[in-house]
Nanobody, 122 residues
Framework: QLQASGGGLVKAGDSLKLSCAAS????????MGWFRQAPGKEREFVAG???????YYVDSVKGRVTISRVNAKNTVYLQMHSLKPEDTAVYYC??????????????????WGQGTLVTVSS
């Protein structure tokens, strides 16, 4: 089970850190991902954290976003900097047992957090 938190209303240029706390399974046993869904748009992959520790980012967030994992807290984080209005979305964390990497599709992921809303004002 995944619990996402940390969203909020921020201004363009601000930073925000999202958290995804897991229970019932260790995050290091899965590829973990962050997705987002903006109003009226499809859910899209943002960043992934491989079991081994490798990371992957989509081009639209590369250089502004860092995904990390703290095994002791069984939590995955998404640190976002230089936020833009187009980053406004509901952010979801997800876990997958697939061995494929990067696992970028929603169908790859079997467990989802409830979503946390990030709103970036201009």
């Amino acid at each position: 089970q995944l619990q996402a938190s940390g969203g909020g209303l921020v201004k363009a240029g601000d930073s925000l850190k999202l958290s995804c706390a897991a229970s019932g399974g260790a995050v290091f046993n899965y590829h973990m991902g962050w997705f987002r869904q903006a109003p009226g748009k499809e859910r899209e992959f943002v960043a992934g954290f491989r079991r081994s520790g490798a990371t992957y980012y989509v081009d639209s967030v590369k250089g502004r976003v860092t995904i990390s994992r703290v095994n002791a807290k069984n939590t995955v984080y998404l640190q976002m900097h230089s936020l833009k209005p187009e980053d406004t979305a509901v952010y979801y964390c997800a876990a997958t047992s697939t061995v494929r990497w990067p696992a970028m599709t929603s169908d790859d992921h079997h467990s989802w957090g409830q979503g946390t809303l990030v709103t970036v004002s201009s």
